[in-house]
Each structure stands twice: as structure tokens, then as C-alpha cells.
């Protein structure tokens, strides 16, 4: 329950609405309790019953009152008039009371989701690897749903029970203190069942959670592999492994409808024995009719929100366990944080040096004791077997990870003590798989800055983009589908190293930039590039040698290490390896 009024009260913002509803409630309460007394009265006045002496002196003083006032006889219709007034009052409130709750829940399910979205953006990648996309997507969703729907039942059950017990308790000890005390009786029955059932149900909420979350990574993954599922004809294959988690959360599904259902029904019983009870003892006790009425009236007021409230439970406990998964998440520390002492780098002037770097992702060393230097304004590649560690390296550049051993400068400083944002600022990557978003070229290509038309058009030219966009009926005002879904690969590629371009920045990686593009595309790339030389510091990963033969430095890595350093000429005859790989490549290109 913490976790789900901590979740309510992130936002302080909320507090003015919490108050209205506050009031409302109040309000609510008083309507309910007045609609019940407004019955007892009529049925306690002498002209309505002929007159039987109240012992409530509440009710007594009340109901004389009304009679020295009101001829029940000839001023009926005034009473009816009064009760349809509190009928309004009651509906407006109620109105009030429940829109105000459920405008708070959505309020706090639409800050938290806005919260967990920035939060998981300030995390590292380790978090996105330990966490499925699945489980991370439906917590903004469908967590943060079932929060707002839990935020807006606890308001109108949790603070709703209490007006109303305070209120109609008082009319209860009012009307007949003893009877009354039955209520302390009934109350502790009233709580074992309740206890029981949500203990159950936040148990099996839990689990509904976590199979709801793997049900929407397979849903995922599926949908992300459509089209090896359609090329390898793998429908039913699919077909099953989506089945059988259907099936595993509709099981929990039942569990939990089963637990969200029973409270009402048992409460019902213990309060109605209980109203049975009072009646019983009433009656032997020779309690008057109209008091009677009042007080079962003021008792069942009492214990609805009560009943309510066990009903709801489900519901509520549904919310809480979401709320400490988000919060689980909110409470998450990025790996890599800037050092308290960072200072931003605002130029590159020099080099980037690794000083015997060593990196693993998890048991095995992935870099085992790299050093290089790359110059200002030099190109170098590196170049090595699939799954060396050439991608790994120039993840580690800009701290997506940090190194186990060892230190990256950057122009002498050491980049954890540099601000991560001007690092960044430095780069400008064309990284192995493109990505691009439910978005304009333009906005693509900018990410959110605005450049001027003559910009984009410069950067599309320089990567060969520029014909394709231009073919598009919008032009770069065009919307990409999911993911550049409605590009070529070779589209993708260039329009990434259109993006890179436009950025500026005095350092290009290119880790696999050129790989799906045709001779002629990469020939005019590279002739581009070619010009940037010596203007900007590129550093280019390429399974395809001839892309890589014209850099300055060509470092050859092995199983995370540095084998052999030189230009293409130099390793042709130093390194072996580079020479077999460099043959390979050119009798590759000759077929
Ligand atoms: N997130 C990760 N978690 C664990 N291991 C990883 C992760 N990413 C990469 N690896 C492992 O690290 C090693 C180096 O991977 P990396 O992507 O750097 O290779 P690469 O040289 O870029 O290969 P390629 O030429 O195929 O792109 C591989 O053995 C790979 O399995
Ligand atoms: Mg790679």
C-alpha cells in the first residue's frame, strides 16, 4: 500500500485535487447519512406513525421539531421535495468524489510514466541487457494503467470508508449506544477475510505480472521477426510458442479472478448475519421501529464501503505490486555516472589514446590490454575476425560501458573525468544496425535539432541519400515507418551516415557502415569522406577491406588484442592474418 500512496504522491501537484476529493467525500458521507435519517425521521414523527417515544434524543429533538413545523399530512410534498434535494446533493457529489478520483489516477499513472520514461533513459546498457524489452514496455503500459485504475479505486475506497464510518458510527451511538457496540464485535470478522484474500491476491498478481511481461516479449520478438517466420514458413511454430504463454497468463488470470471475487460475496454473509443479529436483539429489547430503521440504515451505510472496499481489494493489490515494479525501476542507479568533479571538453585538439584497456561483459575478457592512439585529423580502422571486439571498442569510447582496466583519454583526460554529454557531443556514429524512428527524414536525420534545408541537402549528398529522398513524395518532410521499415538496407546505411554528417561533430565512427551498399554507392561515399580528410578524425570498422585501404593506420585485432599496427601496405607484409583476410577479400570482390 506504501508503494502505491508513494507512487500517488511523487507529484505534489496532485495535493490541490487530493484536497477537492477530500471535501467531496466529506460531503458524499453527509449526503449518504442524511438520506438514511431523512427516512427515520419521517418514520419517527408522530404523524407518520402515529407517534412512538424516541429514546435517541437526537432523533426525539429532531423529529419534534419537524412535527411543530411540518404537517406531514399537508406539507408531504415539501418532504418529498427535501429528499429529492438530497437525492441531487448526494448525486453531485458522488459525481465529484469518483471523476476527481479517477482524474487523480490518471494524473499519477500519466508522471509516472513520464518518470520512468526519463529514468530509463539516464540508465546504462547493462540495464537494457539484463531487462527484456518486453517486461520494460508493458511496465510503461500496462503497469502504469493498472496503477492509475488502483490510484483511483484506493481514493474512492480507502478514504471514502473512513467519512463514512465516522459519520454513521456517530449516528449509530446516537441512536443506540449498546446496539452500536455490536459494530466492534462484527468489525475484527470482518478483517480475517479480508487479510486472506489479499495476501492470495498479491501473490498471484505477482506472478500475473511477470507472465504478462514474458507473454509481451514473445509478442515482441515475434512481431520484430515477422519476416524469418514468413521466409521459413514458421507460423504454427510461433503460433505455439505464443499459445502456450496465452495460455500460462489466462491460467493466472483465473487464479486472480477467482481471490478478486470472493470477498464481496463472504463480507455480505458475515454483515447480514451480523444486521440479523442486531435486529434480533432490537427486537427483544423492545428498541422503537424508527430507531431501528436508522440504525440497520446506518449500519449497512457503514458497512458497504466496507464490502466495497473488500471487493476493490483485488484491484488496489493489483496496483501495489505494479507500483513496486515501477518504483523497482525508478529506483535503479545508472552503472556510469558522471564524476562529481567532470568538467565538460568543449574541442578535440589532440588524440584519443586507450592505455591497456581491458573489458568484459560478463565471466570472459572481451579486450584484453588494448593501446592505441588515434590522432587529430588521421582516418584508422580496425579490421580483425567477427566478434574480436571492434564494435566493443568504440562502445567504450563514448561510456556506454566503462573499462574493468585501464583508461581512455581524450586529449590527455581521462574521460570519466569529463561530463558524458561533451564526450558524446564529440561523435558522430554510423553504428552496425541503422535505427530510425516513427518520424520525418528531417527529423530523423537532426534527432530533434533543427538544421536548414540546404544543410540536409548537403549532408544527403555527401552519403548519396540525396536521390532517394528526393524520390519520396514529401521529400525529407516523408514519414519513415517503425524502425526505416520502408527503407532499403543500403537506404538505411546512408541515410545513418547522412545523420552522422549532419552532425558535425569532429570525430565519425563507422562500424560497418558500408556493408550493404553496392560498389558504385560505396565508391562515391568514400570519395566524399575523402574530402573530409584530414578535416575530421574518422574511425571506420569495415568487414570489407577495400574500404579501409587508403587510412592512415590500420589496427589489426585478434580475440581482444592488437596484433599488428600499420598502413595496409605495411601489414600485407608484417601480419599474416591481415594478409590472408586481405586476399580473401579481394578474390571475394573479384567473383
Ligand atoms: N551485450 C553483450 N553481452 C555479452 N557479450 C557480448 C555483448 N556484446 C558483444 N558481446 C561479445 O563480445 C565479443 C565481441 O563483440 P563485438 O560486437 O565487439 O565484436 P565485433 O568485432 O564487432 O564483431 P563483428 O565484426 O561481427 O561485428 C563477442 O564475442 C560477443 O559475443
Ligand atoms: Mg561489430
Not at 95 to 121: A, N, P, T, W
Not at 154 to 165: E, G, I, W
Not at 537 to 559: G, M, P, S
Request: net charge positive; aromatic share 10%; proline share 2%.
Amino acid at each position: 500500500m506504501i508503494e502505491l500512496l508513494k507512487a500517488a504522491l511523487l507529484n505534489r501537484k496532485h495535493l490541490r485535487l487530493v484536497i477537492v476529493l477530500c471535501f467531496s467525500m466529506v460531503a458524499l458521507s453527509i449526503a449518504s447519512s442524511l438520506e438514511i435519517v431523512a427516512l427515520g425521521l419521517l418514520a419517527n414523527t408522530k404523524s407518520f406513525l402515529g407517534g412512538q417515544a424516541s429514546s435517541s434524543k437526537l432523533l426525539a429533538k429532531l423529529s419534534s421539531f419537524l412535527d411543530a413545523h411540518l404537517n406531514f399530512e399537508t406539507d408531504f410534498r415539501m418532504f418529498v421535495v427535501f429528499l429529492v434535494c438530497i437525492s441531487i446533493f448526494k448525486a453531485l457529489t458522488l459525481f465529484v468524489s469518483r471523476y476527481y478520483s479517477q482524474i487523480i489516477g490518471i494524473k499519477v499513472s500519466m508522471d509516472l510514466r513520464e518518470r520512468y520514461f526519463k529514468h530509463i533513459q539516464t540508465l546504462s546498457m547493462p540495464f537494457f541487457h539484463k531487462n527484456e524489452m518486453g517486461s520494460l514496455a508493458n511496465k510503461a503500459v500496462a503497469d502504469a494503467g493498472q496503477i492509475a485504475n488502483s490510484v483511483s479505486s484506493l481514493f474512492t475506497n480507502y478514504l471514502l470508508t473512513p467519512f463514512q464510518a465516522v459519520t454513521t458510527i456517530c449516528g449509530c451511538f446516537y441512536i443506540s449506544w449498546k446496539l452500536s457496540l455490536m459494530i466492534f464485535i462484527c468489525f475484527p470478522l470482518l478483517m480475517f477475510p479480508i487479510i486472506f484474500f489479499t495476501k492470495k491476491v498479491k501473490k498471484h498478481s505477482q506472478s500475473l505480472f511477470i507472465n504478462q511481461e514474458k507473454f509481451t516479449g514473445i509478442l515482441l520478438d515475434f512481431l520484430l521477426g515477422i519476416q524469418t517466420i514468413k521466409v521459413y514458413a514458421k507460423e504454427m511454430f510461433s503460433f505455439k510458442k505464443y499459445k502456450q504463454k496465452n495460455d500460462e497468463v489466462a491460467k493466472f488470470e483465473f487464479k486472480a479472478a477467482k481471490y478478486a471475487q470472493m470477498p464481496r460475496p463472504v463480507l455480505h454473509m458475515i454483515t447480514s448475519l451480523f444486521l440479523a443479529g442486531i435486529i434480533i436483539i432490537g427486537h427483544v429489547s423492545n428498541i422503537n421501529l424508527a430507531e431501528m430503521m436508522v440504525l440497520v440504515g446506518l449500519l449497512y451505510l457503514f458497512y458497504e464501503p466496507v464490502k466495497r472496499f473488500a471487493e476493490e481489494n483485488a484491484n488496489i493489490q493489483r496496483g501495489v505490486v505494479a507500483a513496486s515494479r515501477m518504483l523497482d525501476i525508478l529506483k535503479e542507479k545508472p552503472h556510469i555516472e558522471d564524476h562529481v568533479d567532470a568538467k565538460p571538453i568543449k574541442e578535440f585538439k589532440n588524440a584519443i589514446a586507450f592505455h591497456d584497456v581491458w573489458f568484459k561483459y560478463e565471466d570472459d575478457w572481451v579486450l584484453k590490454g588494448m593501446s592505441f592512439e588515434i590522432k587529430k585529423g588521421q582516418t584508422v580502422a580496425f579490421c580483425g575476425k567477427t566478434g574480436c571486439g571492434k564494435s566493443t571498442l568504440i562502445n567504450l569510447l563514448v561510456r556506454l560501458y566503462d573499462p574493468q582496466k585501464g583508461s581512455i583519454t581524450i586529449d590527455g583526460q581521462d574521460i570519466k573525468m569529463l561530463t558524458q554529454t561533451s564526450v558524446k557531443d564529440l561523435f558522430a556514429f554510423v553504428l552496425q544496425k541503422s535505427f530510425f524512428f516513427l518520424e520525418t527524414v528531417a527529423q530523423n536525420m537532426g534527432f530533434g535539432a533543427e538544421y536548414t534545408l540546404e544543410e540536409l541537402q548537403e549532408a544527403a549528398r555527401l552519403s548519396e541519400s540525396l536521390e532517394f529522398i528526393e524520390k519520396m513524395p514529401a521529400g525529407f518532410d516523408a514519414f519513415l515507418q517503425e524502425g526505416g521499415k520502408n527503407l532499403s538496407g543500403g537506404q538505411q546505411q546512408r541515410l545513418s551516415i547522412a545523420r552522422a554528417l549532419l552532425k558535425k561533430a569532429p570525430i565519425l565512427v563507422f562500424d560497418e557502415a558500408t556493408s550493404h551498399l553496392d560498389n558504385i554507392s560505396e565508391q562515391k561515399i568514400k570519395s566524399s569522406l575523402k574530402n573530409l580528410k584530414g578535416k575530421l578524425t574518422q574511425i571506420i570498422i569495415a568487414h570489407r577491406l577495400t574500404t579501409i585501404e587508403n587510412c592512415d593506420k590500420i589496427i589489426y585485432v585478434e580475440d581482444g588484442k592488437i596484433i599488428q599496427t600499420g598502413t595496409k601496405d605495411e601489414l600485407l607484409e608484417s601480419c599474416p592474418s591481415f594478409h590472408s583476410m586481405w586476399y580473401a577479400a579481394v578474390q571475394q570482390e573479384k567473383v
